[in-house]
């Protein structure tokens, strides 16, 4: 009886919970294994970048100062020359990934922004229109 | 409480086996061996890292003879690269503060783009990552002398692909060698449990004599 309780009560829960709500939890996800296959080597698995070679993305006046549609082309097309976080420089150039396609760059985008940013949605239309207009 | 004998010679038991698994691991000598008779007795000649000299990242030359008397870490990389690189230069990062105080200790990363590594793109490179000569050398040199030293003497894959993300296939190894130049232990420097294994490989050369 009590379990039957408990189970109702859970259903009733995740009913409740929104396709727009499940529908983030999905691009967190997925973003988070993104994220370790192809950034983590370099920015760390927690975002904190490796000293002055790598910048953290943890933290950082990244996600106030750098719009997602400009992340969409950093990610898509890479990096060069120097460039500014926390105030500090860094020299290096990150490489194109150009494997990843709008979805993983929407679902990559939505994770770091759950970890150190706004903690919305960066959607696979956002993504598709934003990488239309990279130079 | 009082044990009974068999419980004190299980304890006893117990006790030897756990002391028997603390006596002193000794590493092995890899790469081809050869043996020599010397005055009568046959003599095993281990594989040795031969001689080789290359410039640093303060244009200094680095020679086997630098390297006399230490153990040290050898590995293989480019700046540019985009793929593993950074991930064995975090592991590396490990040890290099964990013997930061210790002169025995080194680390030698050779560029497999020695062309576009100069001394000068090493110095940036090891100042962003906040490392000194001659702890840590990067090493750049002859292309030729430092993918032959990388697979005939380390046994590592060191080559250009143009396939390959960055140019370059080559592995994430890192290579113990101890105070003779014999290769005593090969690790993947990309993964951190593997490198926990060589610093206690490390802790055991050191207490050779």
């Not at chain 1, 992340?71 to 926390?86: H, R």
């Not at chain 2, 890292?49 to 290359?54: E, S």
Request: with cysteine.
């Amino acid at each position: 009886m009590k379990y039957l309780l408990i189970i109702s009560l859970l259903i009733l829960f995740t009913s409740c919970q929104s396709k727009e709500e499940i529908m983030y939890q999905q691009y967190v996800v997925e973003g988070r294994s993104i994220y370790e296959k192809n950034c983590a080597n370099c920015h760390q698995s927690d975002g904190s970048g490796l000293r002055d070679l790598y910048p953290a993305l943890a933290k950082t006046d990244l996600w106030t100062r750098v719009s997602p549609q400009q992340l969409v082309c950093i990610i898509k097309q890479g990096q060069k020359g120097e460039i500014k976080v926390n105030g500090k420089s860094y020299a290096g150039y990150m490489p194109a990934n150009a494997k990843l396609e709008a979805i993983d760059i929407a679902e990559l985008i939505t994770f770091m922004k759950d970890s150190w940013g706004d903690k919305k949605i960066y959607s696979f239309n956002e993504t598709r229109a934003a990488l239309k207009n990279c130079r | 409480m009082q044990l009974k004998p068999i419980a004190l010679n299980v304890l006893l038991g117990f006790s030897l086996l756990i002391a028997s698994c603390q006596e002193k691991k000794n590493l092995p000598f890899l790469g081809p061996k050869d043996t020599r008779v010397v005055a009568g007795k046959i003599d095993t000649i281990y594989h040795q890292i031969p001689a080789f000299r290359f410039l640093n990242q303060d244009s200094v030359w680095v020679s086997e003879q630098d390297m006399a008397g230490k153990i040290y870490i050898a590995d293989f990389f480019f700046t540019s690269c985009p793929t593993i690189c950074p991930k064995m230069k975090t592991q590396l990062l490990r040890i290099y503060e964990r013997y930061a105080e210790n002169d025995v200790i080194r680390i030698l990363s050779h560029s497999i783009d020695p062309t576009y590594d100069t001394p000068s793109v090493l110095k940036q490179y090891a100042t962003r990552l906040q490392v000194k000569s001659p702890r840590w050398n990067m090493l750049t040199g002859d292309k030729a002398a430092i993918y032959k030293l990388g697979e005939k003497s380390y046994m590592v894959t060191a080559q250009e692909d143009k396939n390959e993300a960055g140019g370059f296939v080559h592995s994430g190894a890192f290579i113990l060698v101890d105070k003779n130049r014999h290769i005593r232990g090969i690790y993947d420097g990309t993964q951190e449990a593997e490198v926990n294994h060589l610093i206690e490989d490390i802790e055991i050369l050191l207490q050779e004599k």
